[in-house]
């Protein structure tokens, strides 16, 4: 099973680090982590991230998955990636994403028709690639598995191992890795408190005119697929 995660500059590394780790003790697995270059990617918070292969380079892949993070506006109008995924999209056993990387997918035109999860925050604009937003952590849609915010993305990568193994490997290897969250109340915004939801939707209002202007664009130029 070979899993290739996509790396870009400003994405943010749990989204990819957290599903890595999981699917990593899948058995059979086998992960790439592709960027145009085997140059170093910087993560959003300063963590560099070292590529394993290059987009050239990639074999077929079983799973596609496109993380998020701050720099998947600039993909959104990158032809030399979504032109990467559509190919890889057309043989993968599963197209999938983590917080923002659905809209990735979204602008590649893998999106179309299909439920898909995202960050809550920017979910409202998979509309304009003919996405429907799920407000879940995990969303499974046909051959398509898009998680939400961040943290999601281990939530997601249990998932796929039942889809792919079973109940029985995934939950094993959930024990193997303890993974038993017990968190502080309010991790959506159902879930917040009134006055952090409003500090939380301030500090994303400064970074969503840029998913909007970028969403637009992608959205016009993109030719049915």
């Given amino acids: 099973?070979?899993?290739?995660f996509?790396?870009?500059?400003d994405i943010t590394q749990l989204d990819m680090t957290g599903p890595a780790q999981v699917l990593s003790r899948m058995p059979g697995a086998t992960l790439y982590f592709v960027a145009k270059s085997l140059d170093p990617v910087m993560s959003?918070?300063?963590?560099?991230?070292?590529p394993t292969t290059t987009l050239a380079d990639c074999p077929a892949l079983d799973?596609?998955?496109?993380?998020g993070g701050y720099g998947t506006t600039a993909l959104m109008d990158d032809d030399t990636v979504l032109d990467w995924l559509r190919a890889h999209a057309a043989t993968a056993r599963y197209v999938t994403s983590v917080c923002t990387g659905s809209l990735v997918l979204a602008a590649a035109g893998l999106l179309d028709g299909?439920?898909?999860?995202?960050?809550?925050?920017?979910?409202?604009q998979l509309t304009?690639?003919?996405?429907?937003y799920v407000a879940e952590r995990t969303v499974i849609d046909r051959n398509r598995i898009t998680a939400g915010g961040v943290t999601s993305g281990i939530d997601f990568a249990f998932r796929l191992i039942e889809q792919t193994h079973g109940r029985d490997t995934a939950e094993a290897i959930q024990l193997g890795l303890e993974y038993d969250p017990q968190p502080l109340a309010g991790g959506t915004p159902a879930t917040a408190r009134p006055e952090i939801l409003a500090i939380v939707e301030a500090i994303y209002a400064k970074r969503l005119p840029a998913v909007r202007a970028a969403s637009a664009i992608a959205a016009a130029r993109r030719s049915p697929r």
Wanted: aromatic residues 14%; neutral net charge.
């Fill in 6 to 9: 996509l790396l870009f500059p």
């Fill in 63 to 67: 799973i596609v998955c496109v993380p």
């Fill in 1 to 4: 099973m070979k899993i290739g």
């Fill in 128 to 132: 304009a690639f003919g996405a429907t």
């Fill in 44 to 50: 959003d918070c300063g963590l560099a991230l070292v």
């Fill in 114 to 124: 299909y439920r898909a999860g995202c960050h809550w925050a920017w979910g409202d």
